[in-house]
C-alpha cells in the first residue's frame, strides 16, 4: 500500500536528533515555558520574516486566541464581520463564531482553491473588521490583493497559515504579510510536531503582549490576571521536537515540490484536472504543497479504483462548512463554486517521504483511470 501520509517513516528520517531533544527536555526538569520555547518562537518568527511568535496548544487556538486579543485590545466587538472563504477546513470559522463574531463566506477562484480576491470588496458591510485569508493546500491567497483592499477599508487581515508554512510570494513568506497569522503543528502538517501544537506570528508588539497573557490564564506575572484567559501553552516536549524539525522544513517543501512538478507535468487524463493547470509555473513555485488535491466528475469510482490498486487517497474536504450540521443555520446559503469543490476534490499521496518509484506509480494508475 501506498500510504497517504506516512509520519512513522517522516518523523524517523530524524530519530536520533529528537531522542537527543527529549532527552535534553526531560533532564532539564522543566516541561512548561521553558528555553526550548523560548528558542522556538524565536527561531521561527525569523523564519517567517518577522519580530514575534507565541506558542500555544494547536492551531485553532491560535486563531482563536488572536480574534479574542483584538477584541480585548479594542479593535473587535461582538456581532463584527470577519470575511472567509467559504471551503476552508472548519478551524478559521470555528475561530470566529467562538469569538461570537460573524462569518461572512467568501466564494473561492475555482484555479487555485483559495478566497477570490474578486469578491471580497462585495462582501465588505459597514460591520466588516477583518479579512481572514486561508493559504489551503499549501498555497498562499492573492496577498498583495487582499492586504490592499484591507488597507482601503482599514481591515484587520488574520492569515491561516495552517497549511503553508514556508510558502512565499516574491520572497514574503505566509506569516507575513497579515497583521497576525496563525500556524498549527498537528503531526501531519508540513511543519508537525510529535502531537498538538501551534503559533501566532505578527509584528505588533501589543497583540503579541496581549497572546502571551491569553495563553496563560490571563496572566504575565503569576496570581495577577489582566484579563480572561485560558490554558494553551506548547509544552517543552513539543517545542524541542519542532526546534529539530523547523531545520529540515524547506528541504522537505522542497521535495513535495518535485513530487507536485512530476504529477503535474505526467499525469493525463481528461477525466482528471490538475491543479493549477492554467496558472504560470512562476506563480507558484512557492507552493509548498501540503496536499496536491486533483479534481474529478468520478471522484467515487476513481478513489475506488486507486484503492483497490494499493494508493491510499483522502477527501479535503467533503461537506463544505455551510452543510455542516454544527452550522445547519446556514443550509440555505447558496455557495455553488465550493459545493461543487466539495463534490469533486481527491487528494493525492504527497509528502516527504513519498518515493520517486512510489509517485511514479501514482501517475500511471492515474492515467490508466477509465470511467
Ligand atoms: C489544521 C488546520 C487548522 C487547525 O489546526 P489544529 O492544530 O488542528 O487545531 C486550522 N486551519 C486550517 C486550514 C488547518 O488545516
Redesign the pocket.
Known amino acids: 500500500m501506498i500510504p497517504f501520509l506516512d509520519l512513522k517513516t517522516i518523523n524517523s528520517q530524524y530519530h536520533d536528533k529528537l531522542v537527543a531533544a527529549c532527552i535534553r527536555v526531560i533532564d532539564s526538569g522543566w516541561y512548561v515555558g521553558g528555553k526550548e520555547l523560548e528558542q522556538f518562537e524565536q527561531h521561527f518568527a525569523n523564519y517567517c520574516g518577522v519580530q514575534y511568535a507565541i506558542g500555544v496548544a494547536?492551531?485553532?487556538?491560535?486563531?482563536i486566541l488572536t480574534l479574542r486579543a483584538w477584541k480585548e485590545l479594542g479593535k473587535l466587538k461582538d456581532g463584527d464581520e470577519v470575511i472567509v472563504p467559504s471551503n476552508?477546513?472548519i478551524?478559521?470559522i470555528l475561530?470566529i463564531t467562538e469569538n461570537n463574531l460573524k462569518p461572512v463566506l467568501v466564494e473561492p477562484d475555482a484555479e487555485t482553491f483559495n478566497i477570490d480576491d474578486k469578491k471580497i470588496e462585495a462582501a465588505i458591510t459597514a460591520k466588516t473588521r477583518v479579512i481572514l485569508p486561508?493559504?489551503?493546500y499549501g498555497q498562499l491567497a492573492a496577498m498583495p490583493e487582499i492586504t490592499a483592499i484591507a488597507a482601503k477599508y482599514n481591515l484587520l487581515v488574520l492569515e491561516?497559515s495552517?497549511?503553508a508554512h514556508g510558502a512565499e510570494i516574491a520572497g514574503k513568506k505566509a506569516g507575513s504579510w497579515g497583521d497576525a497569522s496563525?500556524f498549527?503543528?498537528?503531526p501531519?502538517?508540513n511543519l508537525g510536531a510529535l502531537g498538538?501544537?501551534?503559533a501566532i506570528t505578527t509584528n505588533d508588539p501589543k497583540l503579541a503582549n496581549m497572546l502571551k497573557a491569553l495563553r496563560n490564564y490571563g496572566s504575565h506575572e503569576k496570581y495577577k490576571n489582566l484579563v480572561l484567559g485560558v490554558n494553551s501553552r506548547l509544552d517543552e516536549i513539543q517545542a524541542a521536537m519542532l526546534n529539530v524539525k523547523l531545520n529540515f522544513l524547506d528541504g522537505e517543501n522542497q521535495y513535495r515540490r518535485q513530487i507536485a512538478d512530476l504529477y503535474l507535468k505526467e499525469i493525463q487524463n481528461p477525466e482528471i484536472e490538475l491543479p493549477l493547470k492554467n496558472i504560470d509555473a512562476k506563480n507558484y513555485t512557492q507552493h509548498v504543497w501540503?496536499l496536491f488535491v486533483i479534481r474529478t466528475k468520478h471522484r467515487e469510482a476513481l478513489q475506488k479504483y486507486l484503492t483497490e490498486r494499493g494508493v491510499e487517497t483522502l477527501i479535503h474536504y467533503p461537506i463544505a462548512p455551510h452543510k455542516q450540521q454544527a452550522y445547519k443555520e446556514w443550509d440555505d446559503l447558496s455557495l455553488p463554486i465550493s459545493e461543487q469543490i466539495h463534490a469533486e476534490v481527491l487528494s493525492l499521496p504527497i509528502s516527504p517521504t513519498l518515493s520517486r518509484d512510489d509517485t511514479k506509480k501514482v501517475v500511471q494508475l492515474c492515467n490508466g483511470f477509465k470511467v
Open positions: 494547536n492551531g485553532l487556538d491560535a486563531l476552508t477546513y478551524a478559521s475561530a486561508v493559504h489551503l491561516d495552517a497549511q496563525g498549527s503543528f498537528y501531519g502538517k498538538d501544537a501551534g501540503h
